[in-house]
């Protein structure tokens, strides 16, 4: 399974961007996808989570009703999965990475359970 991560950039407080991860891989379709940032200086931080078919999604409280996470299956071997970021903060600021796992954890997010891993996208949230 492979991920990669678009859609960071500058923005300024208050504004909005989509982040999207596409995933490529046999079953992909198949896997829980969870965004994860970190900021400078600080550990990796769970964001949201949503399972292999869209039903059910979990939100870090820091995002919650500012973050949406969505995927779009599109057949057994890709999938597109967004994160639709509005109102943001410089907080927010980070470098955002896609991850995928075969179970969906919710709020039980754990780093090690992780199958694999994008490269990340930056975010930087500043006037």
């Not at 995928?100 to 930056?122: E, H, Q, V």
């Amino acid at each position: 399974v492979q991920l990669v991560e678009s859609g960071g950039g500058l923005v300024q407080p208050g504004g909005s961007l989509r982040l999207s991860c596409a995933a490529s891989g046999r079953t992909v379709n198949n896997y829980a996808m969870t965004w994860v940032r970190q900021a400078p200086g600080k550990e990796r931080e769970f964001v949201a989570t949503i399972s292999w078919n869209g039903r059910s999604t979990f939100y870090a409280l820091t995002v919650k009703d500012r973050f949406t996470i969505s995927r779009d299956n599109t057949d057994n071997a890709k999938c597109t999965v967004y994160l639709q970021m509005n109102n943001l903060q410089p907080e927010d600021t980070a470098e955002y990475y896609c991850a995928a796992s075969w179970t969906y954890l919710g709020s039980g997010f754990n780093a090690g359970a992780m199958d694999y891993w994008g490269k990340g996208t930056l975010v930087t949230v500043s006037s």
